[in-house]
């Protein structure tokens, strides 16, 4: 059964960056196409951004196209957002999930297995 971790999360003012990770384990990442996903209070969730398996194909929201970068470590079974220039609007908890797909979207109710969120605030 995978299982995903995420961590990175914290305060940083806006402007600032922080780096998201997601560990999975019980099993390999390689066939798995890995969504992050945020939830602000009161808010929908959002798709943020998206990784093939492969790596060779990403997709972002509009709203972090240019700031957030999606990547993947096979190797180490970790998936990163690194997220940069963040805005206060950014304050959400963000997910990361797994679907045993090749290619990815940003439709949350795709993906199969989800990690217990970790919280990014951005404030001065």
């Known amino acids: 059964q995978l299982q995903l971790v995420e961590s990175g999360g914290g305060l940083v003012q806006p402007g600032g960056s922080l780096r998201l990770s997601c560990a999975a384990s019980g099993s390999i990442l390689d066939y798995y196409a890995i969504g992050w996903f945020r939830q602000a209070p009161g808010k929908e969730r959002e798709g943020v951004s998206c990784?093939?398996?492969?790596?060779?194909?990403?997709n972002s929201a509009d709203s972090v196209k240019g700031r957030f970068t999606i990547s993947r470590d096979n190797a180490k079974n970790t998936v990163y957002l690194q997220m940069n220039s963040l805005k206060p609007e950014d304050t959400a908890v963000y997910h990361c999930?797994?679907?045993?797909?090749?290619?990815?979207?940003?439709?949350?109710?795709?993906?199969?297995?989800w990690g217990q969120g970790t919280q990014v605030t951005v404030s001065s």
């Open positions: 999930a797994a679907v045993s797909e090749s290619g990815c979207g940003l439709r949350g109710s795709d993906y199969d297995y």
């Open positions: 990784i093939s398996s492969s790596g060779r194909t990403t």
